[in-house]
């Protein structure tokens, strides 16, 4: 995925540079009432976690042994993602509505710090609970642009999504033997975020930073170690996206 983005952004660059900056390109870009194009970028996710008050005084087994609590951290992994876009003018060019179904790949880890109970010696139990998810994600945003300086705009995003998780396990069986962390497969997110929009020629280049926060408690409690300390959990990620419109 880097290279694919590190040679378009080359490209990109030398349709840029190709011609003089003062010159003005893609004058007719505003005038049209919809535009369509592609993105392409890479994603940061994790969790809000909210844990239980009592959580580092109870007990859990694990292979007939007992254990105590010591800590859950959250670790923020790097996924991708890309998507097609469709982008409605609202009357202005100034603001418009754009409607981006996106394929996302992400994983968030929550590393569980387990210290056995009447043991002669301190025994650290480590265990990382992976959450892999592909998302298939509908999000509807507000897009609020600057006026055109010469081949440069900004612009400001406000709307949210819904996502759907075409690998979730919340309908497989619980393993109690060797239990995993459950998730719900449907989501709602707010999503803000901004970016800035550089024309070529024949298209137009966006560098897009989008900051994503779950509105539902996606955690299935079923009573396994790693879900009974935690009250609840809302997915989250930062995007960097590039978008190539025309």
């Keep these: 995925m ?48 909210y844990e239980k008050l009592d959580v580092y005084n109870k007990q859990y087994q694990f292979y007939n042994a007992l254990y105590s609590l010591q800590a859950i951290k959250n670790n923020p992994t790097i996924g991708a993602q890309l998507g097609i876009l469709s982008t409605l ?26 210290e056995k109970i009447n043991s002669f010696d301190t025994l650290i139990y ?66 803000i975020g901004g970016g800035i929009e550089i024309f070529a020629t024949y298209f137009k280049f966006a560098v897009e930073l989008k900051y994503s926060h779950g509105v539902r408690n996606v955690l299935i409690q079923e009573q396994t170690p790693f879900d009974r300390p935690i009250e609840k959990l809302y997915n989250k990620g930062w995007w960097i996206s590039l978008i190539f419109e025309g």
């Design 2 to 49: 880097k290279y694919i983005l590190f040679f378009l952004f080359c490209l990109f660059v030398n349709q840029l540079f190709s011609q003089k900056l003062y010159q003005e390109r893609y004058k007719s870009f505003d005038k049209r009432l919809f535009h369509f194009g592609f993105m392409l970028g890479t994603n940061t996710s994790d969790f809000t976690k």
């Design 89 to 114: 003018k609202l009357g202005t060019p100034l603001l418009k509505l754009r409607f981006m179904p996106t394929l996302s790949f992400e994983e968030r880890v929550l590393s569980y710090t387990f």
């Design 126 to 191: 480590l265990k990382d609970q992976r959450v892999n998810s592909t998302n298939l994600s509908f999000p509807f945003i507000l897009m609020f642009r600057t006026k055109r300086l010469n081949n440069f705009t900004a612009y400001a995003l406000l709307g949210g999504s819904y996502s759907l998780d075409l690998q979730s396990q919340e309908n497989s069986a619980q393993n109690y033997i060797d239990p995993f962390l459950k998730i719900r497969k449907n989501d709602f997110q707010g999503q």
